[in-house]
């Protein structure tokens, strides 16, 4: 059995050895904790924070985008009050390129502890993944390459990192086994991911075991279970509510060594 760990935002102080000492110390404290045995599994961790490294140049018209936009006449002083239809179909599509922008902006007001740095970043790489066909394509490639068409595997996606998994599980080959999928402190359920991603959401053709999803109420990305009508999923996804750090909610290391998710992985993987 091999177990491939994917990794969410703001990895790019890690180099990919880094990142595999960083998440497989936090997996094996929750081993150890719960005194399981992870010796008959291999696991995997493909890093594409480099990736993000490299289009960082973009970083700058992201900005932009965010917050130069031009500051708009209001209606009262617009003398010619009769729009065309051009103009109306050019400013519906560009309210849509930003309501991802918006709906996120949105999270300081509830979460007034989510770090401002953190925000931008988890802006900035959601925004770079779904309007950069390179750079996702880049991102599916440097993960496909760790699936086996002879193994078994089990998919386990952290934050954006569940998002990236669900769209390239959609694109697996068949031929590859996934006997799990488990996803942490997703924000799949958000209105703004829903609008980019294919419509009704589908079980993955890959799957042939169970989904489950750990959530926290205390995370400001994880406050929602995967649920009907937006899951409309048989068999359904099984949501796990979990309790994280209260000062790092979001963080890996409050999901990956917590009980639930470790006897998910490995109590399950023995029967």
Known sequence: MKIIFIHGINQQKYNAQTFQDHWSKVFDIGVKQNQLDSQHISLEFPFYGDILHHFAHKQKTFKQHLLDAPIP???????????????????????????????MIS?????????????????????????????QQQIYHRIASCFDENEEHIVIAHSLGSVVAY????????????KRFITLASPLPFNVVQKHIVQPIQRPAVLQGDWYNFFSSDDYLTTKAMLPPLFNLQPAIINKKIHTFLDKPHEIIGYLQHPSVIRCILLKNQT
Not at 107 to 135: G, M, R
């Open 73 to 103: 006449l209001l209606p009262h002083y617009n003398k010619q009050n009769k729009s065309s239809l051009i103009k109306k179909l050019v400013g519906i599509s560009q309210f849509t390129k930003d309501h991802l922008l918006k709906e």
């Open 107 to 135: 999270l300081l007001n509830h979460f007034p502890n989510f770090h401002e740095s953190l925000v931008q970043k988890f802006l900035f790489e959601t925004y770079l993944y779904w309007h950069d066909a390179t750079f």
């Open 167 to 178: 769209d390239l599980l959609q694109q697996l080959p068949h031929q590859y086994k996934v």
